[in-house]
């Protein structure tokens, strides 16, 4: 397996990120976590043990119960510092899963899956973890995140030194998480695509936002030479001739995949095997296209 976070890293910048508690940078983990419960509260089933993975703030739990579809709440985080008053939480790293098999019906996992290195594992200790018929719903940043950002910082690296190093973290195609849901053993998976536009008044204010979000770069082949601020200059520079409104603000995009995903179950929905449709496509379709000409 590559090795391509630095997860005591990124622990440490999410808690600090945590600690500093700037409510305006939360405005992403909000989104996904309202829209988690909104698609909680559809499903026509109540779950006795959820477990809100990962989650920081602990919105994600909060809105979810506020759906009335729990029963009952774990968080699992990688400090014991996002335990809120009076709430118990497990700690475990961002590459475990602490849970004992077919023990859990609910796994919530907002905005946190990509920062693992071992992505398809991480989706097997989910799916192991939930009793038959168990649901997993995630929000995962996808490819397209902070495209104009890495497209600058890229630039402007190429253009002062004739180099390039990765300065924004990779970001999976939505098919590819379908495929790894698939992998991982989830029946009947969905998987689907929600893109954001957010404004800034410039560069330098979306990277106050990703540092308070803990989301600086995290990468274990990240450049360790000091950064300049003609750098930081000349990037901004770009950034505002090409990803900028009338009005002078630049646009940064957040793509969300969100997921589903069942563990087996017997009585779920199955699809049809191969050959055993009892009228042929074509048929359907030349039966169609005849009642369209009578009604026509």
Known sequence: MDVIFDEKLIQARRKKAYLARDEKAGFLLEIASQELADRLAVVERHFDVAVELHGGSGVT???ATATGKIGSIRRIETDEIYARPGEQIEVAGLEEIPLEPASVNLVLSPLALHLVNDTP?????????????????????????????????LSAEAELTGGA?????????????????QRAGFALPVVDIETYTVRYDSLFALMRDLRAMG???????????????AFFMRAAELYAERYSDPDGRIRATFSIIYVSGWAPHENQQKPLRPGSAKVRLADALRAATESDGKEN
């Not at 989706?123 to 995630?138: H, T, V, W």
């Not at 190093?165 to 849901?181: C, E, H, K, N, Q």
């Open 165 to 181: 190093s990765p300065r924004v973290i990779p970001f999976a195609d939505v098919r590819d998480i379908g495929a790894l849901l």
């Open 121 to 153: 594992g991480a989706l097997i200790q989910i799916r192991r973890a939930l009793k038959p018929d168990g649901l997993l719903l995630a929000a995962i940043p996808g490819s397209g995140t902070l495209a104009e950002l890495r497209d600058v910082l």
């Open 61 to 63: 739990a909060t809105e």
């Open 215 to 229: 989301m600086a770069n995290p990468l274990v082949g990240r450049s360790r030479t000091p950064v300049t601020r």
